[in-house]
């Protein structure tokens, strides 16, 4: 396996549009699709340039605590958007709540005020038909821009809720979603993109004992648990071994299933309410396989190989359709924040995050966002973000991944890029053809045609001429995985290897593992940065 540190390149990111979602897709998630030809805007003068094309939730906004907080200046905002069909008000009275999860209870201000908050916009007036967030949005935006709202911080922090997606590769857009292309080339009757493989090794050796008397942890948000040997997880959602190398976020569960629980009225969406995966089929009849089953299985499995004296906190933030809703990922980020900065003990520490998702958002410039914003507090306070650079052979920026281009901050050295962005390579070095690139990646790891661990549970349906029968004779099952092993691609699967190459530096420093104060993790994170860049130029 390889790592390597890119220069960026002295080229432009490119403002290519997405191709359309199916509207079966947007339907099932309360989205839509952001046109740059039909997109209404600010006027401003001059005018502004056109919005790039995205997904967002049709009746959700993020909003800043802070504004929330803000009475009057909700109650403006509320009158201002129902122009567009659209008011904030609760049963036609009450305004939404500032209140904050109670896994956030008794974090500063710092934290809090600029923690977002999914508000769901309801129709306004008798021919209110639809309820659309980018045209309140750019209401708001109007009024403040001419003046009619009061000059807060947190209006620049008001925005869409993006729909994210996994980085894994199989020949379409990582945006998109299976079912975007025809049967023969990929689309909803083609098999699952995974093939199994036959592999009978035994997991890489773990110490008996932390070496440096910590583990180093690496959170995964992502699809969450699944049965698999190598985790010592033989029964779907039954205990996770003491001292094994998974540990659960049960504040993470709790707070992500409490949020969709009180937006789940707007789509018949399933509600996340633990670390396990729901079942491997999104279809009764035909049982296909969920497009993104396994994700997270893959990707703590090439942790495990690369880190085996690692342990991986489990985040299930992704469905298994391979939607992530951009309010369930912050969440979880902020939680991490919380979880870090009241932590009891060293082992209540995470060290890095590894996140194989991401999308692509209206603005060409993102100065003010809620994910730049989390971000940057898990880097104030030592954590070492690593990002898919995601896989559409473009430059256009993928995020979270291209924060990696954000600029050093003159007053903190450290507190600079918050992420690092990692492209794919082939086994033989060179850059696979589908991963992006760019002034937006500034790593690359392997990432196509690996092989990691996959789960045993997985019984897909056999697709039509992908296996023939003679006799007792029969090809292979291209979607049957009893070994608990196969084959994928993606940046989705590059990003975990950079994550555990940064884990094996963190624990050989001056640095004690075991202290965990602040200065001392950020000490550590920058050290192991600089040694892996140093390795691996």
Not at 284 to 313: C, K, M, W, Y
Not at 418 to 432: C, F, K, M, R, S
Not at 461 to 485: E, H
């Amino acid at each position: 396996m390889t790592i390597r540190f890119t220069r960026r390149p002295e080229v432009r990111a490119e403002h290519v549009d997405l191709p359309d979602w199916p509207q079966s897709l947007l339907d099932k998630h309360g989205s839509r699709m952001l046109r740059p030809a039909d997109a209404a805007r600010v006027p401003t003068v001059p005018p502004a340039p056109p919005p790039l094309s995205t997904v967002y939730r049709s009746a959700v906004l993020l909003f800043p605590r802070s504004v929330l907080l803000d009475a009057d200046l909700l109650a403006k905002i509320d009158d201002e958007i129902k122009v567009t069909g659209a008011s904030l008000r609760v049963d036609g009275d009450r305004l939404p709540s500032a209140d904050l999860p109670g896994e956030l209870a008794g974090l500063d201000d710092q934290y809090t005020e600029q923690f977002p908050i999914p508000v769901v916009l309801v129709a306004h007036g008798a021919d209110a038909e639809v309820v659309d967030a980018w045209r309140a949005l750019q209401q708001i935006r109007t009024a403040r821009h001419l003046g009619r709202l009061d000059a807060h911080p947190g209006l620049d922090l008001i925005s869409l809720e993006h729909l994210l997606v996994g980085a894994d590769y199989e020949g379409v857009p990582t945006w998109g979603p299976r079912d975007i292309r025809d049967a023969a080339d990929g689309g909803p009757n083609a098999s699952y993109r995974m093939l199994p493989v036959a592999y009978t090794g035994a997991p890489p050796a773990r110490s008996t004992t932390a070496p440096g008397g910590r583990r180093v942890v690496i959170a995964v948000p992502d699809t969450g648990l699944n049965q698999h040997p190598w985790f010592g997880l033989t029964q779907f959602g039954a205990a996770l071994p003491p001292n094994g190398f998974l540990r659960e976020f049960k504040a993470s569960e709790t707070a992500i299933s409490a949020q969709q629980q009180h937006l789940s009225g707007l789509t018949p969406t399933e509600v996340l309410t633990d670390a396990w995966e729901s079942a491997i089929t999104e279809d009764t009849v035909t049982e296909n396989v969920d497009r993104a089953t396994g994700h997270s299985t893959f990707i703590t499995g090439r942790i495990r190989q690369n880190a085996p004296d690692a342990d991986v906190l489990v985040m299930r933030v992704l469905h298994s359709d391979n939607i992530c809703y951009e309010a369930d990922l912050l969440l979880a980020m902020y939680l991490l924040v919380a979880r870090i900065t009241n932590a009891q003990s060293d082992q209540d520490v995470v060290d890095i995050v590894s996140i194989s998702l991401g999308g692509y958002v209206e603005s060409a410039s993102l100065k003010a966002s809620h994910l730049r914003t989390v971000l940057k507090l898990l880097a104030k306070l030592g954590v070492i973000v690593v990002a898919a650079a995601g896989n559409d052979s473009t430059t256009r920026p993928f995020y979270p991944a291209a924060f990696a281009t954000e600029p050093v901050d003159p007053s903190d050295p450290w507190i600079g890029p918050p992420v690092i962005a990692v492209g794919a390579l082939n086994v033989d070095d060179t850059q696979a053809w589908f991963s992006n690139a760019g002034p937006n990646v500034t790593a690359e790891a392997t990432g196509a045609n690996v092989v990691s661990t996959f789960p045993t549970s997985v019984r897909g349906p056999v697709g039509p001429g992908r296996t023939t029968r003679s006799g007792s004779r029969r090809s292979a099952d291209p979607d049957v995985y009893p070994n608990g092993f196969a084959i994928g691609s993606g940046t989705s699967y590059a990003a975990p290897e950079v994550a555990a190459g940064l884990a094996r530096y963190l624990v050989n420093q001056k640095v004690p593992i075991t202290d965990v104060r602040t200065k001392r993790m950020r000490a550590r994170a920058e050290q192991a940065i600089k040694s892996l860049r140093k390795d691996h130029p």
